[in-house]
């Protein structure tokens, strides 16, 4: 099930608040959310509840040893099996018939290709288990108890199939104590209505003109079309992605959680450090607070940690080179950012770093876009012509111009729009402003449109269900 679709729209999220603040018990606050979480989860593909059950009640239970024998041998053992079964779930549904391909490559070596289906968002709970676990070994959080209510953090349905990778600490007391206020309802509303339409008015749009270009073979591609359609594929990305974090983050806060925010319009970045601290900062942080500063590599660990955080951001998103480039990619620059230093950055002239910076991201969009290497070669050949393609063409130019409006809202939402219009809110009485009055119609209006658009609308996945 997804978020854009308009059975889960007018049935499926009417059912849940419904029957979610028929009663204040939060017990039973906690029962609605887990029964209707799993039945999220299963719809389509029963089986797969199955796992998610299993990795919760496994690792449920190492947690329950960790605090027992925190300080002995026995502790160290039971984070050793969590990181070993959850790892282990990860590698084999992910990305066993990768490796199994790349061991086929090397001569006398012939082993049948495993053809299995990725459970939807195996990455992001795994992720989630693991920050619990390892928090819980590190003292962080206190361990949860009640597996119940563990399994209300990690199936929840808001954030369960594409994230954004919500932390034990950040939920841990709203799990058992918890209220939704009116301010929570309207907030969360209109986050929800907001990331709805980034998805629908916008991403699907977007993807139609990428998929135009794209879809086939590029090589004859004029230099324009292949800057033109890389651009619209970034922002194509950004509102998919983000889309779904804002309306996991208002589905949060209706019912009473409040997530970390994922996205922080990225592409205002003057540098490409800045933009991983502002584009899916639930990973990033994931990656920095767990990984980077493992003990390894003697005086290079910093550097081998830094290669080993992005070479692990690139392998996450999925099971094939073109993201382990794309990682890789990213980690070069961060890299020569460090070695010039926050002075010699902040002294280079604005104009300059976001023209780098841009050019970098758009480029290795294009990285993240082809995993077919002959493909991702005439790519980075169409940038600069190498093809004998041409500088411009009329399909390219045409499809800028019938979609000139299109792209100029995408790009303008780019920008911290948003906060202008939160402006406009009056806060400081209890009475509705004009300002109030006027976001409330406009997120209504969003909202109509996304069904108006939906009505007939096939499919509407989101790309990071595929990771």
């Known amino acids: 099930m997804v978020f854009a679709d308009l059975f889960f729209l007018y049935i499926f999220l009417p059912a849940v608040l419904i029957a979610y603040f028929l009663n204040k018990n939060i017990r039973y606050k906690n029962a609605v959310?887990?029964?209707?979480?799993?039945?999220?989860?299963?719809?389509?593909?029963?089986?797969?509840?199955?796992?998610?059950?299993?990795?919760?009640?496994?690792?449920?239970?190492?947690?329950?040893?960790?605090?027992?024998?925190?300080?002995?041998?026995?502790?160290?053992?039971?984070?050793?099996?969590?990181?070993?079964?959850?790892?282990?779930?990860?590698?084999?549904?992910?990305?066993?018939?990768?490796?199994?391909?790349?061991?086929?490559?090397?001569p006398f070596i012939n082993i049948p290709v495993p053809n299995i289906t990725l459970p939807i968002g195996i990455s992001f709970y795994t992720f989630q288990i693991l920050s619990y676990v390892i928090d819980c070994y590190w003292g962080k959080v206190k361990v949860q108890k009640n597996y119940f209510r563990f399994l209300l953090y990690v199936s929840l349905f808001p954030q369960l199939i594409a994230g954004p990778i919500v932390r034990y600490s950040v939920v841990e007391k709203e799990i058992d104590s918890r209220k939704t206020t009116v301010a929570d309802l309207a907030d969360g509303s209109c986050r929800f209505m907001i990331g709805l339409a980034k998805k629908v008015i916008l991403a699907n749009n977007l993807w139609t003109i990428v998929e135009n270009f794209f879809g086939g073979d590029i090589s004859g591609l004029s230099v324009f079309a292949t800057w033109y359609t890389v651009v619209v594929y970034a922002m194509y990305v950004y509102f998919d992605f983000s889309g779904y974090s804002d309306m996991a983050i208002g589905l949060g806060r209706i019912f009473g959680f409040h997530?970390?925010?994922?996205?922080?319009?990225?592409?205002?970045?003057?540098?490409?450090?800045?933009?991983?601290?502002?584009?899916?900062?639930?990973?990033?942080?994931?990656?920095?607070?767990?990984?980077?500063?493992?003990?390894?590599?003697?005086?290079?660990?910093?550097?081998?940690?830094?290669?080993?955080?992005?070479?692990?951001?690139?392998?996450?998103?999925?099971?094939?080179?073109?993201?382990?480039?794309?990682?890789?990619y990213f980690g070069i620059f961060i890299f020569?950012?460090?070695?010039?230093?926050?002075?010699?950055?902040?002294?280079?002239?604005?104009?300059?770093?976001?023209?780098?910076?841009?050019?970098v991201i758009i480029v290795g969009f294009g990285i993240f876009y082809f995993e077919d290497f002959k493909q991702l070669g005439n790519f980075f050949k169409n940038l600069v012509g190498a093809n004998g393609n041409a500088l411009t063409d009329t399909i390219s130019t045409t499809s800028l111009l019938n979609n000139c409006f299109l792209i100029a809202i995408a790009v303008l939402a780019c920008f911290p729009v948003s906060k202008l219009v939160n402006k406009l809110t009056d806060k400081s009485t209890n009475t509705i402003s004009v300002g109030q009055g006027l976001k409330v119609a406009y997120c209504l209006a969003l909202l109509i449109i996304s069904s108006l658009l939906l009505v007939d609308a096939t499919s509407n996945p989101f790309l990071y269900f595929r990771f």
């Open 33 to 106: 959310l887990i029964i209707f979480s799993l039945l999220f989860y299963a719809w389509g593909e029963p089986a797969v509840v199955f796992l998610l059950i299993l990795s919760t009640i496994v690792n449920w239970l190492f947690g329950l040893q960790i605090d027992k024998h925190r300080d002995d041998k026995l502790g160290k053992m039971a984070l050793g099996g969590s990181l070993f079964f959850s790892l282990g779930m990860l590698i084999v549904f992910k990305y066993l018939g990768f490796i199994v391909e790349n061991l086929n490559l090397i």
């Open 259 to 328: 997530f970390d925010e994922n996205f922080k319009y990225p592409f205002i970045c003057r540098n490409i450090a800045e933009f991983w601290q502002r584009w899916h900062i639930s990973l990033g942080s994931f990656f920095r607070d767990y990984l980077l500063y493992l003990p390894i590599g003697g005086k290079m660990h910093a550097h081998l940690n830094l290669f080993l955080v992005w070479f692990c951001t690139g392998m996450w998103h999925g099971a094939s080179w073109n993201y382990i480039i794309w990682g890789l």
């Open 336 to 359: 020569l950012e460090q070695l010039m230093g926050k002075k010699r950055m902040k002294a280079i002239p604005a104009v300059v770093t976001h023209i780098y910076s841009k050019i």
